[in-house]
């Protein structure tokens, strides 16, 4: 089996377990996303979504934002975790997103990842979940699962997301991530796995991974 066949049947088995992937953190606009996504670092998308209805109801624009201390803000992200580093970020990406682009959240990757607390894979996530650009966000789950499939060799998470880029077509880079994402949370997870049950790995597991 070529490589190219491996990953049309991955991608078939991904599209049959979830032909319809609903983004999974809740937000209503790009703002909202953004900083949904921003507390999703090391920080699970459940409890995210049960954090920033409070936030949201205080500030749910940069406008509304900035007129609370980031320690105000800290004290309500902590169920997220990082909440003194992600306070600031959240404080201060609002203040610039006023000052520079009046109030609206850019849709290119480069002024995104000059915003504070945003790094690639945050930018990547609006980008193609609000903006409809082609990318492909590689978490840290991503990246396991794409090293146990044999897609990437495991060594950094920007190869995984250039070994999928490249072996995944353009137009399925938004679903697929997505599709990976649900897949792992229930069938293929870091801890407790039986790789024998698994509708993947019983058939595209590393032999190396398999003692």
Known sequence: MTKAEKVNDILAILEHYYPHPPIPLHHKDAYTLLISVLLSAQCTDERVNKTTPSLFKQADNPYDMVKMSVDEIREIIKPCGLSPMKSKGIYGLSKILIEK????????????????????????????QWFGVPAFPVDTHIHRLAYR??????????QTEKDLKRLIPESKWNKAHLQIIYFGREYCPARGHVWETCPICSKYMRKDLRD
Do not use: C, I, Q, R
Request: charged residues 25%; negative net charge.
């Open 101 to 128: 682009y009046d109030g609206k959240v850019p849709d290119s990757f480069e002024a995104l990842e000059e915003l504070p607390a945003v790094g690639h894979k945050t930018a990547s996530v609006v980008m193609t």
């Open 149 to 158: 499939w044999g897609l990437s060799n495991g060594k950094s998470v920007e």
